[in-house]
């Protein structure tokens, strides 16, 4: 059997078996009457503590400084300064709009900053301030250790905003939390936790954008949730509760989990669903409850939603560590599909979020009839939506992706054969099926993914998933049950066992996020004959972890476009075809939104650019830099919404750009959110071939004429 860390296997132990109920003082004040289900002791049970207002009581983990901050990188050291600047600002910020914020904790200081306590550990904390809620403002090496100390303290609710926490710290974290029933997880890699009715907030969201109101929002990219948070203001309807699930490859709080909380909050009255490419939505048995009302017995609450990545690079990661496929996973369309099916409306922009809860909300109460929200336009969205070629849904990807360190298979042979497994090219002849070792994000947990054949010989096939405990390991007695959905006769079965001890060893001990391989049997014996290993970037990046994994990587295989941007913090795709349109945006989600927006309206992007959420006006110069070497772009999209990017440092990046690069090229310039009013008139004013646009739409169809 396979384990890892024993430190966190003692953990388990010692929480096994005394599982409790929410029903201690520590509790968030909403939580004590939510339930979900008519068991009790499990992780599910902790939905509850999402509901924050007035007086949860909130600590900052990492609220005065920074430690044990030698030996990272240099973008990650940027990121530590940011959030040691960003959280006593933050802190302010939040206190003022009326957040409950009662102290800190930083290791080894027992002081006072701002006026309040700061302890040394979560544990004291939560003896001396009793807070509901914890912020965890530190960067990803740090997190991990954070998050811990804060479920071994029981703090009901846990907020992570880190980047780049390593994949297998995560997995290491979900095992922990699924163990027990006091502490509840949002993120990481997320803006945070908001509540607009209960001037409540746990994150970085930007407050000038929020109201009090009637919509519950749950997204995976926070500039998207920005974008409906501020089309929702503009519309009149405002906001509930807002929950910024993350871009990571495991959500500490999924939709299923927002979509419960939000139909049991009488302060919601319709629901505004943000998703993208990544991941097996499960949330649709829960809307098709709603709609037959067979399960919760209660009137269903409209929902509209939009999914990211329609236009998605097949086999790429498309800036947000979880935005990519895995196996047997379905694409965007496949989830627009499933959401309309289930009664829910379907828009192709955020900012048209307002507008369509309006509609809903006005026309029909609390039922959604998932039509068009917004007339001629959505309609247009949608039939477009429609007619465009399908991204394909692999049971096999051996495209190369970008995210993690993709190694040459070649590579991934040798890799094999030093634990005893024979590989090598395929001759052609046998058939071939699949078999990795991924992650269910269902379970939150590694798993096995098998499938009889692989896409190219039966594309209908269906590839399952089993999953297994990451403290407890791979379980033997699964491997009959991988033998037959796998069609393998009795004499295959041992090296299908030997086989997928070593995957398991080698993405155990080596930090791996995908092991695919596709094999044939030979006398019942299984050769592996192709492989596609990826494995987890962040854990060398942010610790110094797997070196001689990293050293693998070969520069040469991959764009020196993408690579170059890659230096400073910039995920930049090439996207195939003849696009013309360059893109640069702020964050993964509304970058892929931008150019799915685009295709709707007749436009096409050449590009994939995400400059991240701490974009400066340097940055912006050499995103503009790496977007002038594509010779297919005739002019430039810069759509921009503010959280912690603000408009007019993004407006004076522009202006940078032009003065120091000597453009030739049209630029278009959308920018809204944090300082746009500033933004945008220093764009007008510039006396430059600019074009600055409030609305998407207007902006789409001058770059698509600019292009023209």
Known sequence: MLTTRPRRQLWHMRTRGRRRHLNTPTQTPCSRAFSVSGRRGGYEDTIGNLKIGRDTRVVFQGFTGMNGVCDVCVVDLILILCLCAKATANAKESIAWG??????VTPGKNTEHLGLPVLPSVREAMQKLKPHATGIYV?????PAAIEEAIEAEVPLIVAVAEHIPVH?????????????????????????????????????????FMPGRVGIVAKSGTLSYEAVAS???????????????????????????????????DTEGIVLIGEIGGMPRWRLLIGSWSTRSVLQIPSKPI????????AAPGRVMGHAGAFILPGEPDALAKVKRLQDAGVTIVNHPAKFGEAMKTL????????????????????????????????????????????????????FDLLRERGINASEYSGKGRKRMLAVGIDRANMSPCIIASPATNNQEPHVEAKKFPFDYVKGFVPSQIPVIAEHLQLGGPAKESLAKLINSLVGLYMQKEAFLLETSFVERLG???VVGAHFGFDDAAFRSTKRQGDIHALRRIEDEDAQEVEAEKDGIVYIKLAGDGNIGTLVNGAGLAMNTIDALADVGGK???????GGKATSETVKKSFQVILQDERVKVIFVNIFGGLTLGDMIANGVLLAFKELEMRLPVVVRIRGTNEAEGQKIIAESGLPLHAFDDFEEAAAKAIELAG
Do not use: W
């Open 139 to 143: 960067a990803a090496h740090q997190a």
């Open 304 to 311: 509209a939603a939009v999914i990211g990545g329609v236009n």
């Open 525 to 527: 014996d299984l050769k």
């Open 99 to 104: 957040t409950n914020i009662v102290g800190g």
């Open 361 to 412: 909300l006005g026309s029909s109460g609390r039922v959604s009839s998932g039509a068009a929200t917004t007339g001629t336009s959505q309609r247009r969205g949608m039939h477009t939506m429609r007619r465009r070629p399908k991204v394909q849904s692999p049971v096999s990807n051996f495209a190369a992706q970008k995210r993690n360190l993709y190694i040459r298979e070649n590579l991934a």
């Open 605 to 611: 992007a050449a590009n994939f650019l995400d400059t």
């Open 169 to 209: 710290d995560l997995l290491r974290i979900h095992s922990m939390l699924h163990t027990q029933s006091k502490s509840r997880l949002v993120g990481a890699n997320s803006p945070g936790i908001i509540s607009a009715v209960g001037r409540c907030r746990i994150g970085f969201q930007p407050l000038p954008c």
């Open 232 to 266: 929702t203001t503009r519309a009149g309807l405002g906001q509930s509760l807002c929950i910024g699930m993350g871009g990571d490859v495991l959500a500490g709080t999924r939709f299923i989990d927002a979509l419960k909380i939000f139909e049991h909050d009488d």
